[in-house]
């Protein structure tokens, strides 16, 4: 099975900074590579897809890239909104599988 | 306003068995592939079947297979899971989820927690 391994685990950052959470699979995996947030107490919520493809809603201070084993999603300019949990999720042979989180607090 | 609305969930001893169902509105249910993916308390997101769009095919992780049936009625835009020797290590919250573009999961319900426990 592959696993997805994101980096950090936890990041600490003020409003304005540019945060960047990396998602490394076991192996190379296809483009099916999505990002969602989660916030306390509600459901996850889409944020990318196809490893580089904005959700309609989601502002464009999100983006995504990679390829292969490695991705990331980067948040141009942090709100307080964004402070919440994320998650990276890939698909193989029908079986998909999340990231372990990667939670974004208030410096 | 699409929508998934969980239901179902509660407390069940270890061993007992246990059905989710997962309303769907405000969309075309029967075309699309479905999911259930659960979050054990102060944990991440873990996958834990998926169902395409016809209930023809249906897959499982590991840790679920052989105790866990999904299945849908596309006549009632009702999706089920059906949770059989449940074991502590299943307390969790479910969610539902719709199958997005490029295998993505764009849509999900609210939860509905399941605690196993005697």
């Known amino acids: 099975d592959i696993q997805l391994t994101q980096s950090p685990s936890f990041l600490s950052a003020s409003v304005g900074d540019r945060v960047t959470i990396t998602c490394r699979a076991s192996?190379?995996?296809?483009?099916?590579l999505a990002w969602y947030q989660q916030k306390p107490g509600k459901a996850p919520k889409l944020l990318i897809y196809?490893?580089?493809t904005l959700q309609s809603g989601v502002p464009s201070r999100f983006s995504g890239s990679g390829s292969g084993t490695e991705f990331t999603l980067t948040i141009s300019s942090l709100q307080p909104e964004d402070f919440a949990t994320y998650y990276c999720?890939?698909?193989?042979?029908?079986?998909?599988?999340f990231g372990q989180g990667t939670k974004v607090e208030i410096k | 306003e699409v929508q998934l609305v969980e239901s179902g969930g509660g407390l069940v001893q270890p061993g007992g068995s246990l059905r989710l169902s997962c309303a769907a509105s405000?969309?075309?249910?029967?075309?699309?592939?479905m999911h259930w993916v659960r979050q054990a308390p102060g944990k991440g997101l873990v996958w834990v079947s998926h169902?395409?769009?016809?209930?023809?095919?249906?897959t499982y992780a590991d840790s679920v297979k052989g105790r866990f049936t999904i299945s849908r009625d596309n006549a009632k835009n009702t999706l089920y899971l059906q949770m059989n020797s449940l074991r502590a290590e299943d307390t969790a919250v479910y969610y539902c989820?719709?199958?997005?573009?490029?295998?993505?999961?764009?849509?999900w319900g609210q939860g509905t927690m399941v605690t196993v426990s005697s």
């Open positions: 999720q890939q698909v193989n042979s029908y079986l998909w599988t």
């Open positions: 405000g969309f075309t249910f029967s075309t699309y592939w």
């Open positions: 169902i395409n769009s016809d209930g023809s095919g249906a």
């Open positions: 192996q190379g995996i296809s483009s099916y």
């Open positions: 989820a719709r199958g997005g573009r490029e295998r993505s999961l764009d849509i």
């Open positions: 196809a490893a580089s």
